[in-house]
């Protein structure tokens, strides 16, 4: 069955780092465009990144833009995002999906993608 499975979340300090993978599974990874979402407490979610199958074309929320790289390998089932220069304000469960239509360009608009994973953890608290 398809199935995306996030992981790398943890604690970490202002001005840190930190990766998160996106396990992909019972689809073929290279079709599809991946995105990255993240919802903090008592907010919306928020479209934080994504890349395009094949052209690895990418697209960031302004309040990440310089600070977090998303990337993608397609042989290996996987997308990551990386993330530095972190701040408290992106302390929030970080999500991947998957877009709904094989072959489209991105966008970071949340109903466009489905499935979803379940999530992992990022807190950025000193």
């Known amino acids: 069955q398809v199935q995306l499975v996030e992981s790398g979340g943890g604690l970490v300090q202002p001005g840190g780092s930190l990766r998160l993978s996106c396990a992909a599974s019972g689809f073929t990874l290279d079709s599809y465009a991946i995105g990255w979402f993240r919802q903090a407490p008592g907010k919306e979610r928020e479209g934080v990144s994504c890349i395009t199958p094949r052209d690895f074309s990418t697209r960031y929320a302004d309040s990440v833009k310089g600070r977090f790289t998303i990337s993608r390998d397609n042989a290996k089932n996987m997308v990551y995002l990386q993330m530095n220069s972190l701040k408290p304000e992106d302390t929030a469960v970080y999500y991947c999906?998957?877009?709904?239509?094989?072959?489209?360009?991105?966008?970071?608009?949340?109903?466009?993608?489905?499935?979803w994973g379940q999530g992992t953890q990022v807190t950025v608290s000193s």
């Open positions: 999906a998957r877009y709904r239509i094989s072959f489209a360009q991105c966008d970071l608009v949340g109903y466009k993608y489905n499935p």
